[in-house]
């Protein structure tokens, strides 16, 4: 059920970004006619290349001063170059080999869809997760607007050994 509950939701999301103007599915690597799309891919590919190095100043330069990272399964939110570079060094400091393995790439006008794992070791948890995420990339010309992270928190927990009502501070 639980299975059947996340690939439904997967669903959704992927149909939902599909019909937020009229996105265009990407599964490979060839280069696309629409600079948009290109530009949707490359900054997917360098925003997945961040979170995989741990590198905070390589994410933070693919923001706009005003935009925002959004993680809807920790209710964490940051603005601007100087927070994503906080929440992706606060990320990296909670959880071992944080990965993101990018499945899928959906772009569109002004906008990439992520479809992969993330990946990681609680600091502390007695064994590692590997849950799936989408995530929705906003684009402001060759920059990043907003990020929105979607994945479940309680698979998260749940894998990594831990009280699925554990809070956070």
């Known amino acids: 059920m639980r299975i059947a509950?996340?690939?439904?939701l997967l669903a959704a999301l992927t149909g939902a970004a599909l019909?937020?103007?009229?996105?265009?599915?990407d599964t490979d690597t060839?280069?696309?006619?629409?600079?948009?799309?290109?530009?949707g891919d490359d900054l997917a590919a360098r925003w997945a290349d961040a979170w995989n190095a741990g590198d905070?100043?390589?994410m933070?330069?693919?923001?706009?001063?005003?935009g925002t990272y959004d993680d809807y399964a920790f209710q964490s939110s940051f603005t601007g170059p100087d927070g994503v570079a906080t929440w992706v060094d606060m990320?990296?400091?909670?959880?071992?080999d944080v990965a993101i393995a990018v499945d899928e790439v959906i772009t569109g006008p002004d906008r990439a869809v992520v479809r992969g794992t993330f990946s990681g070791h609680?600091?502390?948890a007695?064994?590692?997760?590997?849950v799936p995420i989408v995530t929705v990339i906003e684009t402001t010309g060759d920059q990043i607007s907003a990020v929105a992270d979607y994945y479940n928190r309680a698979d998260v927990l749940g894998q990594s050994g831990l009280p699925l009502d554990l809070v956070f501070e």
């Open 56 to 58: 905070a100043d390589a």
């Open 19 to 25: 019909l937020l103007g009229g996105c265009a599915v």
């Open 60 to 66: 933070a330069a693919l923001f706009t001063s005003t």
């Open 30 to 39: 060839t280069p696309t006619s629409s600079a948009t799309a290109a530009s």
């Open 126 to 130: 007695p064994t590692p997760f590997a």
């Open 91 to 96: 990320t990296h400091e909670a959880i071992g």
């Open 5 to 8: 509950t996340r690939h439904i």
């Open 122 to 124: 609680l600091m502390g």
